[in-house]
């Protein structure tokens, strides 16, 4: 069993479309979760970071941790076309030297 | 300022070949980490270096790869000899070194593809 798992897509969405985006993980001692977004050719670039459970919004962007679920999700309003990439759950564990593990990521298109 | 410096952008080379991959980190950051990125897959951390010295390479095959990190600055990834299955992007990051329990966000570099045919 992989410590991350996420589910490949592709997820195919009309623009304007409420996204949602998941993770789970086997490992309890997780404190600190993020989602990166990964356009084609480039390298990961972070959007969320949150520790522990509860929620944070940006903008368009919601992050929520279910610890208790061992279960994290992104959700996005209002989707655009430029939101189009693949989008990469990441953890790690207190303390240590910031290791991250990955999830699959997940292949998000939006079409006008 | 600016990001995290790769090149090549891409490589294809045969297998049992050799290869070397750089990397320049944004300026200040003390941490730096390379991640082999297989397609369909999310990024695997191969090595982590703390200013110069190795903080985790667990998963770095050490019978091909090898990677130095020069006086706390650039860095360097070899595979010798290349197998087919290192076909991946090759990704450098970096990140300042805050208290370990908050950790910081990593900058990613745009990678290295390599093929080995």
């Known amino acids: 069993q992989k410590e991350v798992e996420q589910d490949p897509g592709p997820l195919s969405v009309p623009e304007g479309a409420i996204v949602s985006l998941n993770c789970t993980y086997s490992?309890?001692?997780?404190?600190?979760f993020m989602w990166y977004r990964q356009y084609s050719r480039k390298g990961p670039e972070l959007l969320m970071y949150?520790?522990?459970?509860g929620n944070k919004e940006d903008g368009r962007f919601t992050a929520q941790v279910d610890k208790s679920s061992k279960y994290i999700s992104l959700f996005i309003r209002d989707s655009q076309p430029s939101d189009s990439a693949t989008y990469l759950c990441a953890m790690r564990f207190s303390g240590g030297y910031n290791k991250l593990i990955f999830g699959a990521g997940t292949r998000l298109a939006v079409h006008p | 300022e600016a990001g995290v410096a790769q090149s090549p952008r891409y490589k294809i080379i045969e297998k049992r070949q050799s290869v070397a991959f750089w990397c320049n980190p944004i300026?200040?950051?003390?941490?730096l980490y390379w991640y082999q990125q297989i397609l369909g897959q999310g990024p695997k951390l191969l090595i982590q270096?703390?200013?110069?010295?190795?903080?985790?390479d667990s998963q770095l095959p050490k019978d091909r790869f090898s990677a130095e990190r020069l006086k706390g600055v650039d860095s360097t990834l070899k595979i010798q000899p290349a197998k087919l299955e290192d076909s991946a992007v090759y990704l450098c990051?970096?990140?300042?070194?805050?208290?370990?329990?908050?950790?910081?966000?990593?900058?990613f570099g745009n990678g290295t593809r390599l093929t080995v045919t």
């Open positions: 949150t520790y522990s459970s």
């Open positions: 490992n309890s001692a997780f404190q600190y």
């Open positions: 990051a970096s990140s300042t070194f805050r208290d370990r329990s908050l950790g910081s966000p990593l900058h």
């Open positions: 270096f703390q200013n110069n010295g190795v903080v985790d």
């Open positions: 300026s200040g950051h003390a941490t």
